[in-house]
């Protein structure tokens, strides 16, 4: 159940990029019977002893506070329930938590530095490749930057350029992502949490505010497009890999830097061992 006592909301246009943000504080719950106009909203709820909470409304069904110990780093909460959006079928999600942000290139690099490639118990699929399942050796030999170390293919001598430590990692495999996520003691989202927490159906706005610039990748959070939970990036910058499989392909979602803007609508699959 959310917190006792009085919470107090505060709004402002989603189109509204102002800094400093020009919130207009909307009262303090309960609130009843209220009106709101038909535009999509950005909510900021605030309440003493727990963490601040961002979303949109509409978007957002609710809203929970979580102290600053209940939540994990880096990550927002978002409700379960039924969810009817993406490629397949109904299913029924518990609560969860999602990084607020895309995994950055100084995430990744503790990653590599504690041992990630040579480690084998974050890599807990067979690593298929054109339908031969390869050693461990082999497969290692494929993930390599582009000076023949362990790491994204995009990186050179082990290591990202110096000013790029905020921007999202790219050039690594489902099967990297998919190790990565396990040595943070986290998984990949399924499409069904990803498409839930990106709320597509509200994109028109988002869309604006995405990096679909033609330019590369951006700092994470350099965009203004904020999901409903209070995620960003979801849309544009770089796809993100989800668990689960199409056939011998894996989903990639939310379209790229480079791509139309319509990409962040419809699923992408790709071979595990692109990067």
Request: aromatic share 14%.
């Amino acid at each position: 159940m959310p917190p006792s006592g009085p919470l107090l909301p505060d709004l402002r246009d989603y189109l509204d990029t102002t800094e400093p943000a020009r919130w207009v504080f909307f009262g303090r719950s309960p609130l009843e019977n209220v009106e709101l106009p038909i535009s999509v909203l950005r909510c900021r709820i605030v309440k003493e002893g727990f963490e601040p909470v961002e979303g949109t409304v509409p978007g957002a069904g609710q809203f929970r506070l979580h102290t600053r110990a209940e939540r994990p780093p880096g990550m927002v909460w978002v409700p379960g329930g039924a969810d009817t959006t993406g490629p397949a079928a109904q299913v029924t999600l518990e609560d969860y938590w999602l990084d607020q942000y895309e995994v950055t290139n100084r995430q990744f690099k503790e990653f590599v530095d504690r041992g990630g490639y040579q480690s084998r118990e974050f890599w807990k699929h067979p690593l298929i490749k054109d339908g031969r399942t390869l050693s461990w050796e082999e497969a290692r030999a494929e993930f390599r930057d582009g000076t023949g170390r362990p790491g994204p293919a995009t990186w050179e001598l082990g290591s990202y350029p110096e000013d790029r430590a905020e921007f999202p990692v790219t050039g690594v495999s489902w099967y990297e992502a998919a190790a990565y996520a396990e040595s943070a003691g986290k998984s990949l989202p399924t499409v069904y949490h990803w498409y839930k927490a990106a709320t597509i159906y509200l994109s028109a706005a988002r869309l604006r505010l995405s990096n679909f610039a033609g330019r590369g990748p951006a700092r994470v959070g350099a965009f203004a497009g904020l999901g409903a939970f209070g995620t960003y990036d979801m849309a544009g910058s770089v796809k993100e890999w989800c668990a689960n499989p199409a056939g011998n392909r894996y989903y990639t979602l939310g379209g790229g830097w480079s791509e139309p803007t319509y990409l962040f609508n419809i699923p992408d699959a790709r071979r595990p061992f692109e990067r």
